[in-house]
């Protein structure tokens, strides 16, 4: 690990903040149990590692005081660093769900109490329509960072976060089995059918956020659905009641999720029929102030000059959970094409995606950009929708994992630069505001977490280190590539991701970049098929099966070893070379080398947090270390 992870203190006195429900009903945390076991592995990319990591990262910059709420965003250019509660209800939604998935990856228990308290809290949101309100009262910081218009009453219901959190109860049902998920679940799907505008073959919803019942804010008419990136609102619950439908069956969830898809295709104006990402239109409602409005349109008060890319590819997420469910046809084709748009803003060898798509001046890399296009790659391909394993592989290998953090002792760079924003301030002036910001251990507590303002050399350009959208999309990410690394059905094991992993079937040991080798080590029989990445030619490949040669033959990328018996090892072994690369990313030149699909050196090197530091990857022979394996007894496909 690259750092002690210190676990977060035990609250000591309860909140002040007051939930819609007092009570909530006994449940039991998923079991943890699985295979733990210390071997020898090759010291190369670990997703078990990263995921541990990242439950680090969700769990630990958060407020004891308040049930654990999150901080959001990190200033490292503070003196010290700060870190601030803001836009917590939309992210915290995301930890809440993205924290089993991480668990279940790395076996880590580090900070179960914050957990727990947070599982309590949602079952004490749950209001009698069944929605999910969070609380004002208790929270002094809420009308400092509070997005549009107050709605009325002491809670409120987020529909962004609504979707988050549904994802989040469906998960604990399927990893504990416990009704009381299943039924808290099936209270918020009909809640939330009863919110929306049913026309019959689509529906959508009328604003963003809502008072007890239903309620809207002042000022916003009933009968208008807004344009102002509501695709975007409505996505996660897309994505959510197709993820309830297929745990649960129930069939409300499924009928609803095609219903607000289909406004997003045919009414929201997100995307045109070839994906394009559509500027965000910018409206002066009576529920965003005209200075709200100017600073998302950039003055334009008709139509923003930018896609927020996130903003995009969150919505084709969540599009296409439905349409694999429902084979909805001009869903899947909408987001291909969607996918196949995004790929050509970025950079297809780093991963570099920018936050902001037809602005014109330098964009930085948001995780969540990154995250959400190696989760749309993992997920067409194993649909059988296209054949982007390689770039899933080289976005994740990359700009990925190197926007996650891992060191805390770095920001003196940034105080050597001197400030860049008026919120660089010396906290020595004593203009820490106690209410919502603390400089207690803040960068630690951020190790784990993932950067939100990221350069293609550069964990920070500049701006924010971390804020907390990109950490639970990040982990979302780690997740889902973690399960794609191999997939086991009726006998046959298909490797599709040569990356470490250890697994109920065979654990696999990666030695790239250092050599081109591959080893398996057979737990069950099975019919063991491995894909071969892209600079490699099948006919380069040589397979020993317990020092034996076999010959292999491929289809497609998939070289066919055929039957191996448990505890027998499979090793395949191919070339690999550096290669030279000259590319430009944000209208800047940068070299790279490449050792198969890893970025191993970049020219220039960053300012701040070089990313890239891998000169160890350049040796020709593998490093190995001692790592506690983890199998799951249970997983779960997200």
Not at 336 to 350: K, V
Request: aromatic share 12%.
């Amino acid at each position: 690990m690259y750092v002690k992870l210190e676990p977060t203190p035990v609250a000591t006195a309860p909140s002040q903040i007051r939930y819609i429900r007092e009570d909530f009903p006994p449940f039991a945390l998923p079991s943890g149990r699985g295979d733990r076991y210390t071997r020898l592995v090759p010291d190369t990319l670990d997703l078990q590692e990263r995921a541990a990591l990242a439950v680090h990262g969700l769990t630990a910059p958060t407020d004891p005081a308040a049930d654990y709420e999150i901080y959001w965003i990190l200033f490292p250019r503070t003196r010290p660093p700060l870190m601030q509660h803001d836009w917590c209800d939309l992210t915290q939604a995301k930890y809440m769900e993205v924290l089993p998935l991480v668990r279940l990856a790395s076996g880590s228990e580090l900070n179960l109490h914050v957990e727990r308290r947070w599982l309590e809290t949602i079952f004490q949101m749950q209001g009698p329509d069944g929605l999910l309100y969070y609380p004002k009262i208790g929270r002094p910081w809420w009308q400092v960072v509070h997005f549009g218009a107050p709605t009325p009453g002491d809670h409120y219901f987020s529909l962004y976060a609504g979707g988050r959190l549904l994802n989040a109860i469906t998960i604990y049902d399927q990893l504990t089995g416990d009704e009381v998920w299943r039924a808290a679940g099936r209270q918020f799907v009909d809640g939330l059918a009863r919110l929306a505008l049913d026309e019959g073959g689509l529906a959508s919803f009328q604003w963003m956020q809502y008072g007890p019942g239903g309620s809207l804010p002042p000022g916003v008419d009933p009968r208008f659905t807004p344009g102002y990136n509501m695709a975007n609102w409505t996505a996660p619950n897309i994505g959510a009641l197709a993820h309830t439908y297929r745990t649960t069956g129930y069939a409300p969830a499924l009928e609803l999720a095609g219903k607000l898809a289909r406004w997003v295709v045919q009414r929201s104006n997100h995307f045109d029929a070839n994906g394009t990402f559509i500027h965000e239109p910018a409206r002066s409602d009576a529920s965003i102030s005209d200075a709200k409005i100017a600073d998302v349109a950039g003055g334009n008060p008709g139509l923003a000059p930018y896609a927020h890319f996130h903003g995009h590819t969150i919505t084709l997420l969540a599009l296409l959970e439905y349409a694999l469910l429902a084979g909805d046809r001009e869903v899947l084709d909408l987001v291909t094409n969607g996918y196949r748009y995004g790929r050509a803003q970025g950079d297809l060898l780093t991963g570099y995606f920018p936050e902001v798509v037809g602005r014109g001046n330098f964009e930085d890399c948001e995780t969540c950009c990154v995250a959400d296009m190696v989760s749309l790659a993992l997920k067409l391909s194993a649909a059988g929708l296209g054949d982007y394993w390689d770039e899933a592989d080289r976005w994740l290998r990359n700009q990925l994992v190197e926007n996650q953090m891992t060191q805390a002792d770095w920001t003196w760079r940034f105080w050597e630069m001197g400030p860049a924003h008026p919120r660089d301030f010396d906290l020595r002036n004593s203009q820490l505001d106690p209410t919502h910001q603390t400089a207690d251990r803040a960068l630690e507590r951020h190790i784990g977490g993932f950067a939100s303002h990221a350069a293609a050399n550069d964990f920070s350009h500049g701006r924010s280190g971390v804020t907390g959208c990109c950490t639970g999309n990040g982990a979302r990410t780690l997740y889902q590539a973690w399960e794609h690394i191999l997939d086991y059905a009726d006998g046959k094991l298909r490797v599709n991701l040569l990356l470490n992993r250890a697994s109920p079937w065979a654990d696999v040991d990666s030695y790239i970049p250092y050599e081109g080798q591959v080893d398996i080590s057979m737990k069950q029989s099975c019919d063991l098929a491995v894909r071969l990445p892209e600079w490699v030619q099948p006919d380069q490949v040589i397979c020993c099966v317990d020092g034996a040669a076999r010959a292999v033959g491929c289809e497609g990328r998939y070289a066919q070893v055929g039957q191996v018996g448990a505890g027998q090892v499979v090793v395949l072994a191919f070339p690999i070379a550096e290669r030279l690369d000259q590319i430009y990313i944000q209208k800047h030149r940068f070299t790279l080398v490449r050792k198969g699909n890893e970025v191993v050196s970049i020219d220039p090197p960053g300012q701040y947090y070089p990313l890239y530091q891998r000169d160890h990857y350049r040796q020709r022979e593998v490093r190995w270390r001692q790592m506690e394996r983890f199998v799951p007894q249970k997983s779960i496909a997200w």
